[in-house]
């Protein structure tokens, strides 16, 4: 069951970057920042548990807390490197 909740969290994650990147020159879609949220979500765990991390009774704050870090840097790596207008000069 832990699984689905690292998948929403990883999609909250991608919403919450475009919100936050959200202005009139971001270009990235939601689609992107969301892909990036839920795969960066999903190597969280998977580092989490390759590093023996079992679980704690109740929430497991250690386990939550690489998942959304592991979710916001590919979310912000695809605002930052797609998310821009090119600057279009005058001729």
Known sequence: MEIIGVLIAGVFIGFLGKLLAGSDKDDSP???TTLCGIVGALFGWIIYMAFGGDGSPGLDWTCWIVVVVCAAI????????????KVNFPH
């Open 74 to 85: 590919p979310v912000a790596l695809a605002v930052a490197l797609v998310g821009h207008n």
């Open 30 to 32: 939601l689609w992107l």
